[in-house]
């Protein structure tokens, strides 16, 4: 089979495509043929050796697939032979097959196809995680909720997931398309920032007082100018830095308003940590999964697909990754999903 191999820390753009052996499953694991994966901006750092946590090498990058099993290990009891799932991997989706633990993938909807699929692991996952559970923003009913990079995958995910919860959802994004797609995912109120000054258009918005929760997978200014137009008591998250900065966050802010900020590494609850605790969150992580799932069949959430290019197209996808050119998610399909999407 093809894929792509790290043999050393290198810059994305200096992979190729290699012949690899066909992998086997462990005991617990399934073999996946896979017709889709996820790329993401966490992975051109991965292969750089730069994200918190390094694979062994040599190794094949790509964290989020799906696909349709091809072989189910000695002692996994979930899934047979031909079942369509998603899976995250703790590595080895940017290649034709991978072999998945059992406890980290999960059965697809008929009706939700392998190229959008990939959107509910990560994106989809850690919206719902961030927004729902009580111990990160918990966003309620009349909740004034601002989400940054709304046009993003994450971003639209919150978006529509802070609609389900009954949330007034403040979308900020780049250009007028970025807004609309943020629109028509259930945001109430739309934002240029190249345009506006988003922190005195959000206090306007809410006739001073500010908003209840930040979703912001942005960080750098963003995350700052954030801090300055919340609530009394509110709530925020950084999700990423996909603006390059880390911020540094003034504590005499959070004490004056009593605000509160939350991280979440959705990596932990997958097994993706010094102790590996995904058996312990299994149920929890399910349960949220599943909950997506109903969603999606209830027609209340729709990923959006960027872009979808062939496997051997993987640095034109990861180019589109960095300058920031896709709305949604952008993937790499491969098999039947590719010619169903007429990629060639």
């Known amino acids: 089979m093809q894929g792509v191999l790290v043999r050393e820390w290198t810059p994305f753009d200096r992979l190729t495509l290699t012949e690899l052996p066909t992998p086997r499953p462990g005991p617990r694991e399934v073999r996946i043929r896979i017709q889709a994966a996820g790329m993401s901006f966490a992975t051109s750092l991965v292969v750089q050796g730069k994200y918190q946590r390094k694979p062994p090498l040599p190794f094949v990058p790509g964290t989020e697939v799906a696909g349709v099993i091809a072989e189910v290990g000695s002692e996994a009891t979930r899934f047979k032979t031909g079942d369509r799932v998603c899976a995250v991997l703790d590595w080895g989706g940017l290649a034709e097959e991978v072999c998945a633990k059992e406890v980290n993938v999960f059965a697809l909807p008929d009706s939700l196809d392998f190229a959008r699929a990939i959107a ?38 919150a978006v529509e997931i802070g609609r389900i919860l009954g949330a007034t959802v403040i979308a900020t994004a780049g250009s007028s398309e970025k807004l609309d797609i943020a629109r028509a995912h259930g945001a109430t109120h739309v934002i240029n920032y190249r345009e506006q000054d988003f922190r005195e258009a959000v ?25 300055r137009c919340m609530a009394p008591e509110a709530r925020i998250m950084p999700v990423g830095f996909a603006g390059g900065d880390i911020p540094q966050i003034p504590a005499n802010l959070l004490l004056v308003k009593n605000l509160t900020v939350c991280g979440l590494n959705m990596g932990l609850y997958y097994g993706w940590s010094p102790v590996d605790l995904r058996y312990e969150y299994e149920a929890r992580v ?11 069949e209830a027609g209340k959430i729709d990923p959006v697909l960027g872009a979808a290019y062939r496997l051997e197209d993987f640095q034109q996808a990861m180019s589109d990754v960095l300058a920031r050119r896709a709305v949604g998610r952008i993937a790499i399909v491969m098999d039947g999903e590719a010619r169903r999407l007429g990629v060639g």
């Open 120 to 157: 509910f692991t990560n994106s989809y996952a850690t919206s719902a995680a961030a927004l729902t559970w009580p111990h990160l923003l918990n966003v309620q009913p009349g909740d004034w909720l601002l989400v940054h990079g709304a046009a993003g995958g994450v971003g639209i995910a």
């Open 286 to 296: 399910r349960a949220i999964m599943e909950q997506l799932f109903r969603w999606f």
């Open 203 to 227: 206090l306007a918005l809410t006739h001073g007082r500010g908003v209840d929760a930040v979703y912001d997978p942005v960080g750098g200014d963003v995350f700052l100018q954030s801090l």
